[in-house]
C-alpha cells in the first residue's frame, strides 16, 4: 500500500481528449495486431492460468497508460492485483450518482490505499438532469435505457483511450458468465478484455481480501455478494444466485457490459 494516490474525474463529453487526440490513429492501425495478440494470449494462458499469470503477460505486452481496470468498489483484488505488477494504473469507477454510500467510501479507500489512480467515469446527464429529459426514476420505467446512459456509453467512450481492459468477471456470478475467457478480443468495445479472476469464487475473493488487508465494501459483510446501484440492488439470501438481488423482478440479469448486447 502506498500513500494517498490523485484521482480524476472524466464526464463523456470531454473523457477521450487526454488520451486519444494523439493516439487514435495508432489504436486503429493496431486493431488488428492487438485481436492477434488477444487470441495468442488466451492460447497461451488456456482456460485455467492464476490470475497473477494472466497479469504478467499483460505486463510484458503493454504499459500502465496502455490499460485499465473496472472496478465496480465491491472489493478491491482486481486492483491491488494488477498495481502490483503495473503501478499507478487506471481504475474506472463507473460514478452513475446512485451509489450506496458504503461503495463511495470503498471507492475513496481503494484511491488512498492503492498505488493506482481512480478514474470517476460521469454519465452526460447529471441524475436531475436524466430525470428532466427522461423522466424520474428511469431505472424503474427502463432500467435497460439507464444501465446504457449511466454505465454503458460512458465506459464505451472512455475505453476509446486504452488498448486493453481488466475487468473482475468471475465464472460463479451467474449463468451468463459461466464460460468467461481469461483473456478476449472485445467485440463490443474493440479492445483486449482480460479476467483475471475469471476462475476465481466468491470465497477466494474474501479470503484474499481479508489476508491482505486490502479495501472492501461492508455490504458484502451483509448480504450483498453482488453490488451495482443503490435502487437496483437488493440483498441475497444464503444458497440463492450471487447476481439475484440485481434488478430483481426486473428479468434483467446484466447491465450489458459483458455482454454484445446493448439491452441485455
Known amino acids: 500500500m502506498t500513500d494517498p494516490t490523485p484521482s480524476t474525474s472524466r464526464s463523456t463529453s470531454s473523457v477521450?481528449?487526454?488520451?486519444?487526440?494523439?493516439?487514435?490513429?495508432?489504436?486503429?492501425?493496431?486493431?488488428?495486431?492487438s485481436r492477434e495478440l488477444a487470441a495468442s494470449?488466451?492460447?497461451?494462458?488456456?482456460?485455467?492460468?492464476?490470475?497473477?499469470?494472466v497479469i504478467a503477460w499483460v505486463a510484458e505486452n503493454f504499459s500502465a497508460r496502455e490499460v485499465a481496470?473496472?472496478?465496480?468498489?465491491?472489493?478491491?483484488?482486481?486492483p491491488a492485483l494488477v498495481a502490483d505488477?503495473?503501478?499507478?494504473?487506471?481504475?474506472?469507477?463507473?460514478?452513475?450518482?446512485?451509489?450506496?454510500?458504503?461503495?463511495?467510501?470503498?471507492?475513496?479507500e481503494v484511491a488512498r490505499a492503492l498505488d493506482v489512480t481512480v478514474v470517476d467515469v460521469l454519465p452526460r446527464l447529471s441524475v436531475a438532469e436524466q430525470d428532466r429529459?427522461?423522466?424520474?426514476?428511469?431505472?424503474?420505467?427502463?432500467?435497460?435505457?439507464?444501465?446504457?446512459?449511466?454505465?454503458?456509453?460512458?465506459?464505451?467512450?472512455v475505453l476509446t483511450g486504452y488498448r486493453l481492459w481488466f475487468t473482475g468477471v468471475r465464472r460463479d456470478e451467474a449463468p451468463t458468465r459461466v464460460?468467461?475467457?481469461?483473456?478476449?478480443?472485445?467485440?463490443?468495445?474493440?479492445?483486449?478484455?482480460?479476467n483475471p479472476l475469471a476462475t476465481w469464487?466468491?470465497?477466494?475473493?474474501?479470503?484474499?481480501?481479508?489476508?491482505n488487508g486490502l479495501p472492501?465494501?461492508?455490504?458484502?459483510?451483509?448480504?450483498?455478494?453482488?453490488?451495482?446501484?443503490?435502487?437496483?440492488?437488493?440483498?441475497v439470501a444464503p444458497g440463492e444466485d450471487p447476481r439475484s438481488g440485481r434488478w430483481a423482478g426486473s428479468g434483467k440479469v446484466e447491465c450489458g457490459i459483458h455482454t454484445t448486447e446493448a439491452t441485455a
Open 216 to 235: 472492501v465494501n461492508p455490504l458484502l459483510d451483509n448480504g450483498y455478494p453482488s453490488i451495482g446501484c443503490k435502487p437496483c440492488t437488493l440483498p
Open 41 to 53: 494470449g488466451a492460447e497461451a494462458l488456456g482456460v485455467e492460468s492464476r490470475a497473477e499469470d
Open 133 to 157: 429529459v427522461h423522466g424520474k426514476d428511469l431505472f424503474k420505467t427502463d432500467p435497460a435505457a439507464c444501465c446504457r446512459m449511466r454505465k454503458m456509453d460512458p465506459l464505451g467512450e
Open 179 to 194: 464460460d468467461t475467457p481469461l483473456v478476449t478480443w472485445d467485440e463490443l468495445h474493440g479492445l483486449i478484455k482480460v
Open 69 to 78: 481496470v473496472a472496478c465496480s468498489m465491491q472489493d478491491s483484488v482486481l
Open 85 to 108: 505488477q503495473l503501478p499507478s494504473v487506471d481504475v474506472l469507477f463507473l460514478e452513475t450518482g446512485y451509489h450506496f454510500v458504503e461503495t463511495i467510501a470503498a471507492r475513496n
Open 16 to 33: 477521450s481528449s487526454t488520451r486519444t487526440a494523439s493516439s487514435s490513429t495508432d489504436l486503429t492501425t493496431s486493431a488488428d495486431a
Open 201 to 211: 469464487t466468491f470465497d477466494d475473493l474474501v479470503e484474499h481480501s481479508q489476508r
